[in-house]
């Protein structure tokens, strides 16, 4: 079992920068790949920025690609996005989960921190 948090989302001004955090509890976080997904209001959730179990990969959706950073501390079971350079098209429900360690599918999600950029 594994259970994410995730806290730093609130509202902030385009141009702007946030850090999101997503506090894992359980004994697998360092053996996940972690995600980043975001969903805008009547939009379908989508992929924001993915990293591997060890840190030494990232992938990121062209739309965040050069402003939104994703990194980890397995020893404090913590994923991190750095978001710089918002923009109003940045606004979502941001939520992490963590990729199962047998598939390629993210089966643990949080409940997801709320980032709004206004104009």
């Known amino acids: 079992q594994l259970q994410l948090v995730e806290s730093g989302g609130r509202l902030v001004q385009a141009g702007g920068s946030l850090r999101l955090s997503c506090a894992a509890s359980?004994?697998?976080?360092?053996?996940?790949?972690m995600g980043w997904f975001r969903q805008a209001p009547g939009k379908e959730r989508e992929f924001v920025a993915a990293i591997t179990w060890s840190g030494d990969s990232t992938s990121y959706a062209d739309s965040v690609k050069g402003r939104f950073t994703i990194s980890r501390d397995n020893a404090k079971n913590t994923v991190y996005l750095q978001m710089n350079s918002l923009k109003p098209d940045d606004t979502a429900v941001y939520y992490c989960?963590?990729?199962?360690?047998?598939?390629?599918?993210?089966?643990?999600w949080g409940q997801g921190t709320q980032v709004t950029v206004s104009s």
């Open positions: 989960a963590a990729q199962s360690i047998v598939a390629a599918k993210y089966d643990y």
């Open positions: 359980g004994r697998t976080f360092s053996s996940r790949a």
